[in-house]
Structures are given as structure tokens and as C-alpha cells.
């Protein structure tokens, strides 16, 4: 069946520095791919999307290309801040409509 | 926010108990799916309805039921609980029932069984 595999965490990096969060997908037909951010004690939030092969989600600085060749879609930042501290999840939507997710990777950001 | 309401945002209950989780979707989304989120298990999507009717099924326990109301607010009803149901459960609502529509997340009922 379809699956979502996320770099372990927790990945902990100094403000300023420079985000890779990897996700690998496995799926059947064309799926949609997604990065969902849970800050603490709150509900998910989508952060970006891609829906099709070489598209790129961005929003707030960070961006995901969807790569049909090695399937990912792995989560980047230029410069990390405190306040991005959270758990990310990468998800997968597929033709169900279910939404399928990693394990999560909790991000640090120290001052 | 995200328009989605879950109510209770704490539940505690013994081994055995039945409870009821509550969710209001966004004004305008026909389509609601709930979701739980485990230490053990990850994030699981657990079944889904749109205007009434169940679209589609997950891992979703025997144990476990829902629907969805002619107002569109869904349950989610949990029985016999067991320790291993202490978890965070959340209700995404979208427009749609397909997948080209957007879920947008609750901020979820965080369930302790003791």
C-alpha cells in the first residue's frame, strides 16, 4: 500500500541555518503530496502542497519539489527561525482521498 | 484557525467507558475525516464522510463508530475503551469528498484513558 517514510528526528539547528527534512513516498498512480507543520498543544496546518510531477509548493520560506524520479519531496529552508520549532509531517493523498502520513520530524531551532 | 471546531479539547475516562468526540467543519465543507494520532502508531487516518454518508474507511477499530448529521457536524463514538485508545484524535473537514480538495485540521480532543 501506499506509505510516507520521513528522516528521523529530533533535527536540531541554530537560528540562521539552512533546513533539509527528507521524505520518500511510495504509490500507486499520481499521487499529491504535502507538508503539514504542528506547533505545540495545536492541530496540523498545511504548509505547502504539489500536485503533480516537478511542481513546487512554497509558503513562509520554505519549499518542497515534487521528484516523481525518486519520489520525494523533501522539505528545505534557506534560514530557520525559533519560531519555526514544531513537528513536520510529510502526507501523501492518493486516489481514496485518504491522507497518509510520515512518522513526523520534530524540528529545534536554538537561539 | 482553521474554522474547524472539535469539542472536547480534554477528555479523561476510565478503562471500559464509552465517549463521544465532537467536530463542526468549516462553514460550506461537506466532507469530514477523522484521524488519530498515537505515540506508537503515527498519524492514522481513521474514516471519512461527506454530506452524510461514509466515503471512505481506515484503520478505524470495531469498537470505534461515526457519522455524520444532516447539519454536517460529525462524532466519533469510542467503546469498551483500553489504554492503548489514550491518544490525540483529530477532524479535518474539505469541500469535497475527492482528493483535489484541501483538509483542513481541528486542533484536536486528546483522550487519557486510565
Known amino acids: 500500500g501506499d506509505s510516507v517514510t520521513q528522516m528521523e528526528g529530533p533535527v536540531t539547528l541554530s537560528e540562521e541555518a539552512f533546513l533539509t527534512i527528507n521524505c520518500t513516498y511510495t504509490?500507486?498512480?499520481?499521487?499529491?503530496l504535502f507538508w503539514y507543520v504542528q506547533y505545540p498543544g495545536e492541530g496540523l496546518q498545511l504548509l505547502l502542497k504539489?500536485?503533480?510531477?516537478?511542481d513546487k509548493g512554497s509558503n513562509k520560506g520554505f519549499e518542497a519539489t515534487y521528484r516523481k524520479e525518486t519520489t520525494s519531496f523533501h522539505l528545505e529552508k534557506g534560514s530557520v527561525q525559533v519560531s519555526d520549532s514544531a513537528v513536520y509531517f510529510c502526507?501523501?493523498?492518493?486516489?481514496?482521498?485518504?491522507?497518509?502520513f510520515g512518522q513526523g520530524t520534530t524540528l529545534q531551532v536554538k537561539p | 484557525d482553521s474554522g474547524v471546531t472539535q469539542t472536547p479539547k480534554h477528555l479523561i475516562t476510565a478503562t471500559g467507558q464509552r465517549v463521544t468526540l465532537r467536530c463542526s467543519p468549516r462553514?460550506?465543507?461537506?466532507?469530514v475525516y477523522w484521524y488519530q494520532q498515537s505515540l506508537d502508531q503515527g498519524l492514522q487516518f481513521l474514516i471519512q464522510?461527506?454530506?452524510?454518508?461514509?466515503?471512505a474507511k481506515g484503520n478505524i477499530l470495531e469498537r470505534f463508530s461515526a457519522q455524520q448529521f444532516p447539519d454536517l457536524h460529525s462524532e466519533l463514538n469510542l467503546s469498551s475503551l483500553e489504554l492503548g485508545d489514550s491518544a490525540l484524535y483529530f477532524c479535518?473537514?474539505?469541500?469535497?469528498?475527492?482528493?483535489?480538495?484541501?483538509?483542513?485540521f481541528g486542533p484536536g480532543t486528546r483522550l487519557t484513558v486510565t
Open positions: 479535518a473537514s474539505s469541500v469535497g469528498g475527492d482528493t483535489s480538495y484541501e483538509q483542513y
Open positions: 504539489a500536485t503533480k510531477a516537478d
Open positions: 464522510y461527506y454530506n452524510g454518508e461514509e466515503r
Open positions: 462553514s460550506g465543507d461537506l466532507s
Open positions: 504509490a500507486t498512480g499520481y499521487p499529491s
Open positions: 502526507a501523501l493523498k492518493g486516489n481514496t482521498g485518504k491522507l497518509i
